[in-house]
């Protein structure tokens, strides 16, 4: 049996993605308010004494980083690959999955409408 948690996360950045048309919107610099949501599981066996999957307020790192590293930036200047949303789901799970092994999903959300999702 697993269980999972979820905490979502808002920030707004701009970006303009490489190698599309110039006549395509997204290659335009332009912005965004993201959403992210980080999901956590954990095996019945691996909960905390408490109950956890892990304490939310852990989760506050998460947003200190989220705060000075991608909120009102420019994301071509913080990220090595297309700022895509799909790149940008894969690499916050890679650079957080360390600190949080029970990482098993990051959702980015670009739009009300639109979310990209890495689960390895």
């Known amino acids: 049996m697993a ?3 979820t905490k979502k996360f808002d920030f707004s950045a701009s ?4 190698g599309l048309a110039p006549e395509h919107q997204c290659a335009r610099l332009h912005g965004h308010n993201y959403v992210i949501e980080l999901e956590l599981r954990s095996e019945d066996a ?6 956890f999957v892990r304490d939310y ?3 506050s790192a998460f947003k200190t980083w989220l705060d000075n ?3 009102h930036r420019h994301l071509n200047d913080v990220m ?3 700022p895509t949303a799909e790149n940008m789901a894969s690499w916050i799970y890679k650079t957080w999955s360390m600190e949080f092994p029970e990482l098993a ?3 980015i959300s670009e739009t009300p409408k639109t979310w990209a ?3 390895p």
């Open 3 to 5: 269980f999972t948690i």
């Open 15 to 18: 970006h303009q993605l490489v």
């Open 46 to 51: 691996d909960l905390l004494p408490v109950g």
């Open 57 to 59: 307020g852990d989760l």
């Open 69 to 71: 590293h991608l909120d």
């Open 80 to 82: 090595d690959e297309n």
């Open 105 to 107: 999903c990051v959702r």
């Open 117 to 119: 999702e890495y689960r």
